[in-house]
């Protein structure tokens, strides 16, 4: 079992996986503090950072600053912001600056950005030297709620998103809730997406705290602290009960199959759709889709879509800017979805708000038929 602390400054969320067990940490000032929990974790006195051009101006220098003072010796690599970072191209430099800097198996990378940078960086971490020790400080709120724990890591492929990568579980995570402050309200709001997907899988009453919620959640302080520690132990369980997705952990993917495929669909081009954003818009679609199949009453989907638009997240496919290719090719992308099983299309589906579940052998040629009905032509 994993358990959030009640008390302590700051909340500390445990992801249970036996002796590959580790921390999430959460709270303000864990950037300017890193280097006291690494150093009180990990032996490995050299470390490998690795972030954006975004993030670097922000949150490098203090980083930095902090595992000098420790005594960590440590190199950096600053990477173009955005999805279309995870990629072979940019993989490449990830690797071959963890070599460069010597990174031997008791020290560690560090991903200090958003999915993107956590994404990308925990796949060479994955592959370098066969496994190299990876330690994430996630900066958007999408990091800090999802992309950092669990250990899914990767690339994506014209083919589809995330296609090629590897479980590699990070062996700490420092979510510094302060840097929350500068991030775009754009970002913020992709970020959310992901939070209410854990009230919508199985936490109804989350879900309506949520509801009723949300501004605070977005204006910082406690009720942000505590979306994002609800947020980290949900996934923690599930990550602790099912780490490989064989069963329960593909119920994080709500939202996903349609949402993935519009990410493809829109050559990952975060001017048009980023992540959060068509996890917003799939998951609208996944309780449309149930109401359709008469699974939920169609009153769920309209209360999924009226708190996502509150809250200024697109829910439509027409509310992505461009043309999108047609239904066809959308059911292209989610042919290559790695839940398919023997051709078979997997889903995410629910009975209702907090009600998710696994749904093996959806016909595809229902999926069609919604697709073009909801396709903005
Ligand atoms: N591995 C997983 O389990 C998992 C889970 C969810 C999402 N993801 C992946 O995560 C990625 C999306 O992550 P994301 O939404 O963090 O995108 P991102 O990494 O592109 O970050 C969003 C933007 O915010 C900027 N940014 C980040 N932190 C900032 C800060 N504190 N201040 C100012 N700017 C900041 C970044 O530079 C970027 O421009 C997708 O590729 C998605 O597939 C993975
Ligand atoms: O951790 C998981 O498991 C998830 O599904 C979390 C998702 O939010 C995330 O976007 C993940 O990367 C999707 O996984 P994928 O296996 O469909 O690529
Ligand atoms: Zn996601």
New binding site residues.
């Given amino acids: 079992m994993t358990r959030a602390s009640l008390s302590a400054a700051p909340k500390t969320v445990r992801v249970d996986l036996g002796d590959r067990s580790y921390d999430i940490l959460i709270g303000p000032g864990l950037i300017a503090t890193a280097a006291g929990e690494i150093a009180g974790r990990l032996k490995g006195r050299r470390m490998a950072v690795i972030t954006?051009?975004?993030?670097a101006p922000?949150?490098l220098e203090p980083l930095m600053a902090s595992l000098k003072e420790k005594g960590i010796e440590a190199v950096s690599l600053v990477l173009p912001?955005?999805?279309k970072?995870?990629s072979f191209e940019h993989l490449i430099p990830v690797c071959e600056a963890i070599l460069g800097a010597r990174i031997e198996r008791n020290d560690a990378v560090i991903a200090l950005?958003?999915?993107?940078?956590?994404?990308l960086t925990?796949f060479a971490a994955g592959i370098a030297r066969r496994g190299s020790r990876f330690i994430q400080i996630?900066?958007?709120?999408?990091?800090q709620v999802?992309?950092?724990?669990?250990?899914?890591?990767?690339i994506?492929s014209p083919h589809g998103?995330?296609l090629i990568g590897v479980f590699h579980q990070p062996d700490l995570v420092l979510a510094d809730t302060d840097?929350?402050?500068?991030?775009?309200p754009r970002?913020f709001r992709?970020?959310y997406a992901?939070v209410a997907k854990y009230g919508l899988i199985d936490k109804p009453d989350f879900f309506a705290w949520l509801e009723k919620n949300w501004q605070a959640v977005f204006a910082g302080g406690e009720a942000r602290i505590e979306a994002i520690a609800i947020s980290c132990q949900a996934?923690a369980d599930v990550v602790a009960a099912d780490e490989r997705e064989n069963g329960r952990r593909a119920l994080?993917n709500l939202g996903h199959t349609f949402g993935?495929a519009l990410?493809a669909a829109t050559q990952?081009d975060?001017r048009r759709l980023?992540?959060?954003e068509g996890?917003a818009i799939g998951m609208v679609l996944a309780h449309q889709f149930s109401a359709r199949m008469n699974l939920a009453s169609p009153d769920d989907a309209t209360r999924v879509e009226t708190h996502l638009k509150a809250v200024g997240l697109p829910t439509r496919m027409n509310d992505i800017p461009g043309t999108l290719p047609p239904a066809e090719k959308l059911m292209d992308a989610i042919a290559q979805d790695k839940k398919v099983k023997g051709g078979k299309l997997t889903f995410i589906l629910t009975r209702g708000i907090g009600q998710s579940f696994v749904a093996d052998d959806v016909p595809a040629n229902e999926v069609l038929r919604f697709l073009e009905e909801k396709h903005p032509g």
Avoid: R
């Avoid at 954006?52 to 993030?55: A, L, M, P, S």
């Avoid at 950005?113 to 994404?119: A, L």
């Avoid at 840097?179 to 775009?184: F, P």
């Fill in positions: 954006d051009e975004h993030v922000l949150y912001a955005g999805e970072t995870k950005g958003g999915g993107v940078i956590g994404d925990g996630p900066t958007s709120l999408l990091a999802d992309s950092s724990v669990g250990g899914k890591t990767g994506n998103k995330n840097v929350l402050d500068t991030l775009s970002e992709a970020g992901e996934k994080l993935h990410e990952y975060g980023v992540h959060g996890v």
